[in-house]
Nanobody, 122 residues
Framework: QLQLVESGGGLVQPGGSLRLSCAAS????????IGWFRQAPGKEREGVSC????????MYADSVKGRFTISRDNAKNTGYLQMNSLKPEDTAVYYC???????????????WGQGTQVAVSS
C-alpha cells in the first residue's frame, strides 16, 4: 500500500512558524518528486512548492517565496515544508503529494496525503 501522511499543522498567530512533515510508507521516495499543495474553503487547490527527487532543485509559488522552504530526507523517507512569517491568507488544508520522476516540471502527482489543517489567526 502506498501512503503519505502529513503532520505538523495547527493554529498559529500571524508572523509565526510551522513545520509540516510528509511521511511515506509502502514505497521509497528516492525516485519521486514531492509537492506541497493547499486548499482554502471555497477556493481551488493551488501548488505551493515542489522539490526534485534528489533535492537539488526546488520551486515555490510567488505568494510563499522567501517565507517557505521545502526539503526532504530520503533516508527517513520524509518530506518537509518549513513555513515562516505566516499570514492569515496562508490558512488552508495543506497536502503533500508524490510524482514518479526526477524534476518538478511536468510532474503528475498520483499519490496524496490526507491533508493537515493550518490556521493563521490572531
Amino acid at each position: 500500500q502506498l501512503q503519505l501522511v502529513e503532520s505538523g499543522g495547527g493554529l498559529v498567530q500571524p508572523g509565526g512558524s510551522l513545520r509540516l512533515s510528509c511521511a511515506a510508507s509502502g514505497f521509497t521516495l528516492d525516485y519521486y518528486v514531492i509537492g506541497w499543495f493547499r486548499q482554502a474553503p471555497g477556493k481551488e487547490r493551488e501548488g505551493v512548492s515542489c522539490i526534485s527527487s534528489s533535492g537539488d532543485s526546488t520551486m515555490y509559488a510567488d505568494s510563499v517565496k522567501g517565507r517557505f522552504t521545502i526539503s526532504r530526507d530520503n533516508a527517513k523517507n520524509t518530506g518537509y515544508l518549513q513555513m515562516n512569517s505566516l499570514k492569515p491568507e496562508d490558512t488552508a488544508v495543506y497536502y503533500c503529494a508524490a510524482a514518479r520522476g526526477y524534476y518538478c516540471t511536468g510532474s503528475h502527482f498520483g499519490s496524496w496525503g490526507q491533508g493537515t489543517q493550518v490556521a493563521v489567526s490572531s
